[in-house]
């Protein structure tokens, strides 16, 4: 059973306008969500993090918001850039890291 | 950018023949990972080391087995390839425990497998 869900496998935005990830998960427990970012044939690579004890935390153009009691948590990226296209994966840490299945994000110029 | 290297970044094997991956690092972190990605899956853990010697299971473990003899290799083997190991497998690295702090990830770029 998957522990972190990402609904939406893609999502497209124009350039400038707003870009909303989300992802849900199932165990309470977890201590820390990060968001990671990944182009074709590369690695992921880390975009940002909240600790479970926060709800908000913003870095330049991303922002990651945390709703305990919905266990749910979204990606917020003001404003979209056509670089900014890629796959995102949302991820959980406990006593191990748990994935989401990615979203896919294309801004359109 | 974290030092890590994966080799080989390709490979096509046949059914059956063992295959090993390598993750090499040069950050000295504690924690080295198995992933494996493929469509509808995301990334899935294998395996993952604590340190030299200590290794455990990750949830998607059957048919694989790793190593790690030194703190900068981790060595992930296939003893019997199967189709269904057809993937695109990345090693990760961390200092820290995910319980302690943040601790993310570093990635690799990645290996290629196919088995025919």
């Known amino acids: 059973d998957q522990q972190v869900k990402q609904n939406s496998p893609s999502l497209s935005v124009q350039e400038g306008r707003i870009s909303i990830l989300n992802c849900d998960y199932t165990n309470s427990m977890f201590d820390y969500f990060l968001w990671y970012k990944k182009y074709p044939a590369e690695g992921p690579t880390f975009l940002i993090s909240?600790?479970?004890?926060?709800d908000k935390n913003e870095d330049g153009r991303f922002t990651v918001f945390l709703n305990k009691s919905a266990k749910h948590l979204s990606l917020h990226i003001v404003p979209s850039q056509p670089g900014d296209s890629a796959v995102y994966f949302c991820?959980?840490?406990?006593?191990?890291?748990?994935f989401g299945t990615g979203t896919s994000l294309t801004v359109i110029p | 950018d974290a030092g890590i290297t994966q080799s080989p970044r390709h490979k096509v094997t046949e059914t059956g023949t063992p295959v090993t991956l390598r993750c090499h690092q040069t950050?000295?972190?504690?924690?080295m990972y198995w992933y494996r990605q493929d469509p509808g899956h995301g990334l899935r853990l294998i395996h993952y080391s604590y340190g030299v010697k200590d290794t455990d299971k990750g949830e998607v473990s059957d048919g694989y087995s790793v190593s790690r003899s030194k703190t900068e290799d981790f060595l992930l083997t296939l003893e019997s390839a199967t189709s269904s190991q057809t993937s695109v497998y990345f090693c990760?690295?961390?200092?820290?425990?995910?319980?302690?702090?943040?601790?993310?990830?570093?990635f690799g770029e990645g290996s290629r497998l196919t088995v025919l």
């Open positions: 991820a959980a840490s406990g006593n191990q890291f748990y």
């Open positions: 990760a690295i961390s200092e820290r425990d995910g319980h302690l702090s943040a601790g993310e990830l570093f």
């Open positions: 909240i600790s479970s004890i926060k």
């Open positions: 950050e000295n972190h504690r924690y």
